[in-house]
C-alpha cells in the first residue's frame, strides 16, 4: 500500500470514526473507536495507537490531547532516524504520527505471563540508550511498560519524553531489580507472578522515589 493510500484511510476511515477523551487531566485517554477497519492496539496519557490488518508493519499513534506533545515527539524521531531499538517515524499529519509497528510483549507483561527475559533484551535496551544519547537525547521515563521484547531482542517503544531535561533513574533501577532479583532468582523458572503483585511493586516504587525526593529536597 502507498502512503498516500494509507494516509487517505486514515483521514477518512480513522479519524471520523474515533474519539478520543479524558475523564480528568491527569487519567489516560479512553479510546471509542468506531472504525470497521482500523483496530485500536495501545492507548496511554496522551494517544489512541491503531493498526489495519492490510498493513501490519505500519502504526498510526493518535494524539487526543496536547498537541505540542506531538511536535516534540516528531523532533525525537527525527534525530532518532532509523535504529534498531526504535520504531521509525514515515510520515505524521495535524494530530498523528505514522510509525513502525514494534512486536513483542512488555517487559512488565513478560514477568506476569512467566515469559524468560534474557540478558540480551536488556543489553539491546542499553544500547538503543546510548545511540539515543549520542544523538543529542535524554532517555527519559524508561520502564517496564515502555520497553518490549520480541524474538530474544529488546526494543523501546515510548521515546515522546526523551527531549526532557533532567537525570531520570527509572531504567537504572529496573536493570538493578533485573540483575539483582529476577536474573539471580526468577530467571531459570520464571514462573508467572500475579498481575497484582507487580502492579503492586512498580506502584510502590513509585510511591518510594515520590518520597525520597520530598526527603532530599527538604534536606
Ligand atoms: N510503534 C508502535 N508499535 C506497536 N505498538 C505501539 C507503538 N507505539 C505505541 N504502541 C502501543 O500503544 C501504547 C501507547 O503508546 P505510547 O506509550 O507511545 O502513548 P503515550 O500516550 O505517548 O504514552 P505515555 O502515557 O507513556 O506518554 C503503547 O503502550 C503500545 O502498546
Redesign the pocket.
Given at each position: 500500500m502507498q502512503k498516500a493510500e494509507y494516509r487517505n484511510l486514515i483521514e477518512t476511515e480513522l479519524l471520523p470514526k474515533i474519539k478520543l477523551t479524558t475523564p480528568s487531566p491527569f487519567d489516560?485517554?479512553i479510546v471509542n473507536n468506531q472504525s470497521p477497519i482500523w483496530k485500536t492496539?495501545?492507548?496511554?496519557?496522551?494517544?489512541g495507537?491503531f493498526s489495519l490488518d492490510s498493513h501490519p508493519e505500519w502504526?498510526v499513534?493518535v494524539y487526543g490531547r496536547n498537541p505540542e506533545?506531538l511536535k516534540k515527539?516528531i523532533d525525537v524521531y527525527k534525530k532518532l532516524g532509523s535504529h534498531e531499538s526504535y520504531?521509525c517515524l514515515y510520515d505524521y499529519g495535524d494530530n498523528y504520527l505514522i510509525?513502525?509497528?514494534?512486536?513483542g510483549v512488555?517487559l512488565f507483561d513478560a514477568v506476569v505471563k512467566g515469559i524468560q527475559i534474557p540478558e540480551a533484551v536488556i543489553n539491546d535496551i542499553d544500547s538503543g540508550l546510548d545511540y539515543a544519547r549520542s544523538v543529542g537525547l535524554n532517555p527519559f521515563?524508561v520502564h517496564g511498560?515502555?520497553v518490549v521484547m520480541y524474538e530474544g531482542r529488546g526494543y523501546i517503544?515510548?521515546i515522546?519524553?526523551f527531549y526532557k531535561q533532567g537525570y531520570c533513574r527509572k531504567w537504572k533501577d529496573l536493570k538493578k531489580a533485573y540483575y539483582k532479583i529476577y536474573l539471580p532468582y526468577l530467571y531459570k523458572y520464571h514462573p508467572p507472578i500475579p498481575f497484582f503483585i507487580v502492579d503492586a511493586v512498580r506502584k510502590g516504587y513509585r510511591i518510594y522515589r515520590r518520597l525520597k525526593k520530598k526527603v532530599n529536597k527538604e534536606k
Open positions: 489516560p485517554i492496539i495501545g492507548s496511554g496519557n496522551y494517544a495507537v502504526v499513534k506533545e515527539e520504531s510509525l513502525k509497528k514494534l512486536n512488555t521515563d511498560k515502555n517503544v515510548d515522546s519524553d
